[in-house]
C-alpha cells in the first residue's frame, strides 16, 4: 500500500529550478513579442521568481543566463537572491549569439574563435564562484549545414579540448552539465546531437560531467525515459531541462503536449531514488504568448502532479506483474496510478505548506501582475538579447 503520508514528504522535498530567461521577453525567431511588465534587470527576473517559489513553495533556485543576466557584482545579486528567498543555481553559457560563432564556437575552424569561446566559458566559472553555483550548463549551437562542410571528428577533437579545459577549472563541488540537441540551428550535424555524444564526452571528463536533457530535443517518438533510465543508471543524469514541444523545440509548458510523457519520466526518476540526488529540475521555456509569472507557476505544478502520480506507482505490485511476465498487469499498476486524481492530495500538501490550495488563483490575487506593469515603466525589458 501507498503511504499518503510518505508522498507527501518526498514532494515537500522536491526543488525545481526556474529559468531567469523564462521572465523576459521571447518569441519565435520572426518576432520576439513584448508585454508589459516585464522584467527590466537580473534583480527584477528573481524579484519575478520570489513570486512564482512564495505561491508553489518548491521553486527557491533560479538559473542565470550569461550575458543576458550580467551584472557588475555577482555576490551582491546572489545576496538579493537570498533576501528574496531564493539561491542561484546553474550558469547558462553564451556562444551562439556573437556573429564570430557563425561557424562554431568551441568547435570553429578558427583558433581565435576558439580561445574567444573558451574565455567566455571560464568566465562562467568565474561567475559561479561569486555566485556560490554548483553547475556549470553549457549548450552549443555548434554544427555544420552542409555535408563536407567542416572536419566531423576534427570538431569533436575541438570540443573535447575546450571541456577539458573547463573541467579543469571548476572547482570542488562544481559540475559540468552537458546538453544536446539534435537539430538547430545546424541542419546537417550538431556536434552534440544526442544523448550517446553527450555522455560520451562526459564520461571521458571524469565523474563531474554529466548529461542535461532537454524534453524537447529528440526526434519526434523517441523514448525519453529511457535515456532518463540509462543515464540514472550510470550516474551520468546531472539534470532537466523540462518544457513541452509539438514539433520542434517548442519551448512550451513542460506538460502541455504529453503529461503522459512527463509522468514516465518522473517515474524512472522516482525509481532510482533523483528526487533525493543532486539532479537539477530546471525549466526551459519561452512564454512568448501567454503571461510569464502563471506560466511558471503552471509549469511547475505539472511537474509537481507528474510527480506526485509517479510516487503513487506500487512498486511491489508492479514487480510481482513484471517477474510474473504479467504484460497487462504490470501496465495496470502504472496506468492506476497515472489515472490517479492526484488535486486533493496536492490540496492537503499545500495547506500542510501553508500555501494555497490553488496556487495560481493565489497568484492572481497578489495584486503582483498590475504592480509590475505600473512600476517598471521605461527602461529596457530584458529578453533574448538582454
Known amino acids: 500500500m501507498i503511504d499518503p503520508a510518505a508522498?507527501?514528504?518526498?514532494?515537500?522535498?522536491?526543488?525545481?529550478?526556474?529559468?531567469?530567461?523564462?521572465?523576459?521577453?521571447?518569441?519565435?525567431?520572426?518576432?520576439?513579442?513584448?508585454?508589459?511588465?516585464?522584467?527590466?534587470?537580473p534583480h527584477e527576473k528573481l524579484e519575478d521568481a520570489a513570486r512564482v517559489h512564495a505561491h508553489t513553495g518548491i521553486a527557491p533556485t533560479v538559473a542565470l543566463h550569461i550575458p543576458w543576466d550580467k551584472v557588475d557584482d555577482y555576490a551582491e545579486l546572489a545576496a538579493h537572491a537570498k533576501a528574496l528567498g531564493l539561491t542561484l543555481g546553474a550558469i547558462n553559457s553564451n556562444v551562439f549569439q556573437d556573429d564570430d560563432y557563425m561557424l562554431g564556437s568551441v568547435t570553429n575552424p578558427d583558433p581565435a574563435v576558439r580561445r574567444k569561446a573558451l574565455g567566455h566559458l571560464l568566465e562562467c566559472v568565474d561567475i559561479m564562484d561569486a555566485t556560490g553555483s554548483r553547475d556549470l550548463k553549457l549548450w552549443f549551437s555548434?554544427?555544420?549545414?552542409?555535408?563536407?562542410?567542416?572536419?566531423?571528428?576534427?570538431?569533436?577533437?575541438?570540443?573535447?579540448?575546450?571541456?577539458?579545459?573547463v573541467y579543469g577549472r571548476l572547482g570542488g563541488n562544481q559540475h559540468i552539465l552537458l546538453e544536446y540537441k539534435l537539430f538547430e540551428p545546424a541542419f546537417y550535424t550538431m556536434d552534440v546531437p544526442d544523448w550517446g555524444t553527450a555522455y560520451a564526452h562526459c564520461l571521458k571528463l571524469g565523474p563531474k560531467a554529466k548529461v542535461v536533457v532537454d524534453t524537447g530535443h529528440h526526434?519526434?517518438?523517441?523514448?525519453?525515459?529511457?535515456?532518463?533510465?540509462?543515464?540514472?543508471?550510470?550516474?551520468?543524469?546531472?539534470?532537466?531541462?523540462?518544457?513541452?514541444?509539438?514539433?520542434?523545440?517548442?519551448?512550451?509548458?513542460v506538460g502541455a503536449?504529453?503529461?503522459?510523457?512527463?509522468?514516465?519520466?518522473?517515474?524512472?526518476?522516482?525509481?532510482?531514488?533523483?528526487?533525493?540526488?543532486?539532479?537539477?529540475?530546471?525549466?526551459?521555456?519561452?512564454?512568448?504568448?501567454?503571461?510569464?509569472?502563471?506560466?511558471?507557476?503552471?509549469?511547475?505544478?505539472?511537474?509537481?502532479?507528474?510527480?506526485?502520480?509517479?510516487?503513487?506507482?506500487?512498486?511491489?505490485?508492479?514487480?510481482?506483474?513484471?517477474?510474473?511476465?504479467?504484460?497487462?498487469?504490470?501496465?495496470?499498476?502504472?496506468?492506476?496510478?497515472?489515472?490517479?486524481?492526484?488535486?486533493?492530495?496536492?490540496?492537503?500538501?499545500?495547506?500542510?505548506?501553508?500555501?494555497?490550495?490553488?496556487?495560481?488563483?493565489?497568484?492572481?490575487?497578489?495584486?503582483?501582475?498590475?504592480?509590475?506593469?505600473?512600476?517598471?515603466?521605461?527602461?529596457?525589458?530584458?529578453?533574448?538579447?538582454?
Open 142 to 165: 555548434d554544427g555544420t549545414n552542409y555535408p563536407g562542410q567542416d572536419d566531423i571528428r576534427a570538431r569533436q577533437d575541438r570540443l573535447a579540448e575546450a571541456l577539458a579545459a
Open 7 to 41: 508522498v507527501k514528504a518526498a514532494l515537500k522535498r522536491q526543488r525545481i529550478e526556474t529559468p531567469s530567461w523564462a521572465y523576459g521577453n521571447s518569441g519565435t525567431r520572426f518576432k520576439v513579442f513584448a508585454q508589459q511588465g516585464v522584467p527590466r534587470t
Open 219 to 253: 526526434a519526434p517518438g523517441t523514448n525519453i525515459e529511457f535515456i532518463v533510465a540509462i543515464l540514472l543508471r550510470e550516474d551520468k543524469l546531472g539534470g532537466f531541462d523540462f518544457n513541452s514541444r509539438f514539433y520542434a523545440d517548442d519551448d512550451l509548458m
Open 257 to 386: 503536449a504529453d503529461p503522459f510523457q512527463l509522468f514516465r519520466i518522473m517515474y524512472e526518476v522516482v525509481r532510482a531514488g533523483g528526487l533525493d540526488s543532486e539532479i537539477v529540475f530546471m525549466l526551459d521555456q519561452c512564454h512568448n504568448i501567454e503571461p510569464k509569472i502563471p506560466a511558471i507557476i503552471r509549469s511547475v505544478l505539472n511537474i509537481q502532479a507528474a510527480t506526485a502520480k509517479a510516487l503513487l506507482v506500487d512498486s511491489g505490485a508492479l514487480s510481482k506483474a513484471q517477474q510474473a511476465g504479467d504484460v497487462l498487469g504490470a501496465n495496470a499498476v502504472l496506468m492506476d496510478a497515472y489515472d490517479t486524481d492526484v488535486r486533493p492530495l496536492l490540496a492537503e500538501l499545500r495547506e500542510e505548506m501553508n500555501l494555497r490550495q490553488d496556487p495560481l488563483a493565489s497568484y492572481r490575487e497578489s495584486g503582483w501582475a498590475g504592480k509590475i506593469v505600473n512600476e517598471r515603466v521605461g527602461g529596457r525589458q530584458a529578453g533574448w538579447d538582454a
